[in-house]
């Protein structure tokens, strides 16, 4: 849609602009208590499934055990991590990847690569579309949500697209953002992973 790439361009270039301040704030709250990188960069299904880099800031410390295992995410989160996921600052570098036509501003989230070959071909058409910073899935419980209401919010957005429609999930999505509400699944720091989810379904329907 030629309309939704170019208010995407426009709204991204300008937020970018207007909350430049912030985000060089937040690069030297990261530097000193964090130290570097600065920010995460992570390779994402987006268009068709094909790659990209997705670009966020640093929320997690980089720090492994004596027995060389990396250690448990919820230990590598510390309160700066915590807040930046919590307001979603965190996405904000994502503006950049909208610009590069990599993402739009709603859409569904891009997820990681390991979980491809997991969808079913249903679940696989929320890579119809241009992955999103936020989506129709976030302003109605983002991680509190089952991984399959997720995908079916994230479906039925694609069906029912318009530019209207990502008006209205951005102005709620600054209430979800305020509230803080939805950040994290019940006992884990974000959401449990799908691919996990499903390997442990195939093994107690074969039980």
């Known amino acids: 849609m030629i309309k939704k790439r170019l208010f995407d361009t426009l709204l991204s270039t300008v937020g970018l602009l207007v909350l430049s301040p912030i985000f ?7 530097f000193i208590f964090m130290g570097r990188p600065i920010f995460f ?3 994402r299904p987006g268009y ?8 966020k800031f640093r929320t997690m410390i980089e720090v492994k ?12 989160i510390k309160p700066l991590g915590r807040f930046l996921r ?3 600052l965190d996405e904000l570098p994502e503006l ?20 491809l070959p997991y ?10 579309v241009l992955p999103g910073i936020t989506g129709y899935a976030q302003v109605r419980g983002r991680n509190a949500l089952s991984w399959e209401e997720k995908f079916d919010l994230d479906l039925w957005y694609i069906e029912n697209r318009n530019i209207f429609l990502d008006i209205k999930i951005l102005i709620e999505t600054i209430s979800v ?9 019940k006992n884990h720091v974000s959401m449990p992973r799908f691919d996990k989810q499903i390997i442990s379904e195939s093994k107690n329907n074969k039980n």
């Open 24 to 30: 060089i704030l937040i690069i030297i709250v990261i």
């Open 177 to 185: 953002v305020v509230s803080g509400k939805g950040v994290s699944a």
């Open 119 to 128: 969808y079913t071909p249903k679940q696989f058409k929320r890579h119809d």
């Open 86 to 88: 919590r307001t979603s």
């Open 65 to 76: 055990e004596q027995n060389n295992n990396t250690i448990d995410e919820s230990n590598r």
């Open 41 to 43: 960069i992570q390779v």
């Open 96 to 115: 950049i990847n909208v610009i590069k036509g990599e993402m739009s501003l709603v859409g569904p989230r891009p997820l990681l690569m390991d979980y």
């Open 48 to 55: 068709l499934g094909k790659p990209f880099k997705l670009l």
